[in-house]
């Protein structure tokens, strides 16, 4: 059974388009979160999402929205794509409390041709 | 500013010895967690050691373990009897108190494991 997923694995698009990833989780979390990988493999938080609302904002292009539906469910949209989205965009989740340990999706490659 | 820093990129080692990754990170809290992940070529992110920084006792995970040295904030990860599956980036996060729990990561370490 997966724990976490992402959709799709590869997307590959023109600048200018507006593309989502879904992410959901199984594990009954109610912390969500989508992080960044650059070329250089630098991972860096972009938001969190702790039962439906927005915790973590990090100065993230307003292009960037994420949409959590549910609590096991966290959407990144992104619109007007450039070639500097291009990256690899990680889902995780966690439970509050317990182990705090994030558990992480496999991972969305984003290009921008 | 929280950071962590790897001073590795890369690192290599023969199959069945030992290798130490170092992290050092900056903080001033006294409680926090710190975190080892492992991302093979297939890209996922897999949990590999976590270490709670009110715990003396430094953590182990079969043939990885880790030396906390709070004063010195450092976290190196030592692997043990090393496999050609251990051929990874490894990232060293630190996780803040509070703060919903983001992760700070380092730029990672990339470790060849030569038969």
């Known amino acids: 059974d997966t724990a976490v997923s992402q959709t799709p694995k590869y997307l590959v698009t023109q600048m200018g388009n507006d593309k989502s990833i879904k992410c959901e989780q199984n594990?009954?979390?109610?912390?969500m979160y989508w992080y960044k990988q650059d070329s250089k493999k630098f991972l860096k938080i972009m938001f969190s999402?702790?039962?439906?609302?927005?915790?973590i904002n990090e100065t993230v292009p307003n292009r960037f929205s994420p949409k959590s539906p549910d609590k096991a469910h966290l959407n990144l949209h992104i619109n007007s794509l450039e070639l500097g989205d291009s990256a690899v965009y990680f889902c995780?989740?966690?439970?509050?409390?317990?182990?705090?340990?994030?558990?992480f999706g496999p991972g969305t490659r984003l290009t921008v041709l | 500013a929280q950071t962590v820093t790897q001073s590795q990129p890369e690192m290599s080692v023969q199959e069945a010895e030992t290798v130490t990754l170092s992290c050092t990170y900056d903080?001033?809290?006294?409680?926090?967690?710190l975190f080892w992940y492992k991302q093979p070529p297939s890209r996922q992110m897999i949990l590999v050691i976590r270490q709670e920084a009110y715990k003396q006792q430094n953590a182990t995970e079969n043939r990885f373990s880790v030396n906390f040295q709070k004063a010195a904030k450092s976290f190196s990860l030592k692997i043990s009897d090393s496999q050609l599956g251990d051929a990874a980036m490894y990232f060293c996060a630190y996780r803040p108190p509070g703060g919903y729990n983001k992760l700070i990561f380092g730029a990672g370490t990339r470790l060849a494991v030569h038969p």
């Open positions: 903080t001033s809290e006294s409680d926090y967690y």
């Open positions: 999402y702790n039962n439906k609302e927005l915790i």
């Open positions: 594990l009954g979390h109610d912390t």
């Open positions: 995780a989740s966690r439970t509050s409390g317990g182990t705090d340990t994030q558990y």
